[in-house]
């Protein structure tokens, strides 16, 4: 169910950029709005020429997104046979979704020795190549479920948005953010690239922190490392 959610939210994505594309072709855009909101209002303001052309592929946008809110609807009662899931949605940035996923691709946290091996699980642990002249920054192997990997790095986007609620998972990534802004100035690399491989390494110790969770039943505690002589949990 969750797969088939995800090829549809793929296929609409497609459809909506094939629409933008078109329109921008002829000199004209789009009303900028979230892909759930796109249909044939959207429309409104285009020529008429271009609005005809375009209707029938902003219908099917439109169905699209009903079928996946239909979907949404399902997986919320899926995610209600699993008392887990809402442990893990104590985390802000983890919906339903996401933490139905999480517990449906794991299964059994207990296969598991330490949380930290979940990153390497799921494919966000980088790649290592190491010699005696250099120790080279790889990618991460891309190992393990795509479909949970790609969640999981949106729920960081959300933990590191502005505005999101602070937590030691957020301070971290603001910081390793910060680090590499200065790297930027200093020219010594893509600052693009730096902050893709932030968003990833959250993404991978959000995984460790949801495993740790489940695992240990806690209530969580956004700032549970920056209390007084609390130390870090490793990621």
């Known amino acids: 169910m969750i797969r088939a959610r995800a090829t549809l939210v793929e296929a609409r994505t497609k459809l909506i950029n094939a629409a933008r594309g078109l329109a921008k072709s002829l000199g004209e855009r789009l009303k900028a709005c979230e892909g759930g909101a796109v249909d044939e209002v959207t429309a409104e303001g285009l020529g008429a020429g271009l609005r005809q052309i375009l209707q029938p592929l902003l219908k ?6 009903e079928q996946i809110g239909e979907y949404d609807r399902q997986i919320q009662g899926l995610a209600s046979r699993y008392p887990e899931v ?12 996401v933490s139905t996923a999480f517990v449906l691709t794991i299964e059994d946290p207990g296969r598991f020795r330490h ?15 190491d010699s005696s002249q250099s120790e080279p920054e790889l990618g991460i192997s891309k190992e393990g479920d795509r479909l949970l990997r790609a969640l999981l790095v949106q729920s960081a986007h959300c933990i590191l948005k502005r505005g999101a609620p602070d937590s030691d998972l957020r301070r971290w990534g603001r910081a390793k953010i910060e680090q590499a802004e ?5 020219r010594k690399r893509s600052g693009k690239s730096v902050k893709k491989r932030v968003v990833v390494a ?23 490392n920056h209390r007084p002589g609390t130390a870090e949990i490793a990621a």
């Open 60 to 65: 099917s946008i439109g169905q699209m997104s």
């Open 86 to 97: 809402e442990l893990l949605q104590q985390v802000y940035g983890v919906g339903t979704l």
């Open 115 to 129: 949380s930290r091996e979940v990153g390497g699980y799921l494919g966000m642990a980088p790649k290592r190549r």
């Open 182 to 186: 200065k790297q930027v100035r200093g």
């Open 202 to 224: 959250v993404a991978r110790r959000l995984a460790v922190l949801l495993h740790r969770l489940w695992v240990n039943g806690e209530v969580y505690e956004p700032l549970h």
